[in-house]
């Protein structure tokens, strides 16, 4: 069927699927996710208890390979420091955030604000509809799932590649010179601190002590930290995170493939579309 004009596909799907939809509640998640068998029964206990009117839930990401261990957990942490602002949580804070794998809506509050018409041109459609969700002192909550939802986002390095570059574009608003920075932002933090201790280790070790032995092992340390915090989102095996510059120079690499087609070309391809600049504003 032919997309509208102004719309990304997802979103028009999503908005099809409501209309068609009966019932108090709205479960808007993806083809991918493993449901548990009171996931959702879970999740609608806990809205009725706290009188939420969205409640999006973490799943537990699985990586299937090698490569996805090495890029999935930098990436979600990534994520979770643009996007999970803590006061996500706590109901009454009016901050709304929103997780592609399971968001779950009182059917009438999210029809009083708009559906997805509201958000039409937004590529990251979840996080959209958790914001749209707290308008007009809507209550919602963010919750982790831990087995009960589980997702395997991508099944190759190509659907990996892909999705990253199209999240990482429109993580900084559709911005090629913002993607840009943030794709030589990782690129540093990949390559800093073996050329810091390369550089810096024969004289430490002659006695000489450079200071760049400090940031550099700062530099290593500190995102082993994060990425070990990051295993109770992602399952992965803990020796994946030692090699986390790998997986900072895939997610680099795409950030500045993406900046650059889009800077160029003013497209970026998701699920098999080519989508423009005005496809991309956000209408909501």
């Known amino acids: 069927k032919k997309i509208p004009p102004g719309w990304v596909a997802k979103n028009y799907a999503l908005e099809l699927g409501q209309g068609r ?3 108090d509640w709205l479960l808007f998640t993806d083809a991918d996710v493993v449901h548990g068998p009171r996931s959702v029964y879970n999740a609608v206990a806990a809205m009725e208890r706290e009188r939420l009117d969205h409640l999006a839930v ?4 699985e990586a299937g390979s090698m ?3 090495l890029v999935l957990p930098l990436f979600v942490l990534l994520c979770q420091i643009r996007f999970l602002d803590p006061r996500a949580a706590r109901p009454d804070s009016g ?5 592609s794998a399971f968001n779950l809506v009182r059917a009438d509050a999210y029809r009083l604000r708009g559906t997805h018409a509201r958000i039409r041109g937004s590529m990251l459609d979840d996080r959209a509809l958790g914001r749209m969700m707290r308008e007009d002192q809507g209550r ?3 919750m982790r799932a831990v087995a009960q939802v589980r997702l395997r986002p991508y099944r190759s390095l190509g659907d990996l590649y892909v999705g990253i570059r199209k999240t990482v574009l429109a993580t900084f608003g559709n911005s090629a010179v913002l993607t ?3 794709g030589v932002v990782l690129l540093a933090a990949a390559v800093a601190p073996a050329v810091l201790v390369v550089a810096g280790l024969p004289l430490w070790l002659a006695g000489a002590a450079p200071w760049v032995i400090v940031p550099a092992a700062l ?3 500190l995102p082993l930290i994060g990425l070990l915090k990051a295993r109770t989102v992602v399952r992965f ?3 994946a995170a030692l090699l986390f510059p790998i997986g900072a120079l895939v997610i680099a690499a795409s950030a500045l493939h993406a900046a650059t087609v889009f800077g160029t070309r003013g497209t970026v391809e998701w699920r098999g579309r080519l989508y423009s600049r005005r496809d991309l504003q956000n209408l909501g």
Do not use: C, N
């Open 95 to 99: 901050v709304g955030s929103g997780i």
């Open 180 to 182: 840009t920075i943030m």
């Open 21 to 23: 939809a009966k019932g």
């Open 237 to 239: 095996e803990p020796l």
């Open 67 to 69: 490569i996805e261990a």
């Open 58 to 61: 973490q799943p537990r990401m």
């Open 219 to 221: 530099a290593a340390i």
């Open 140 to 142: 919602g909550s963010v």
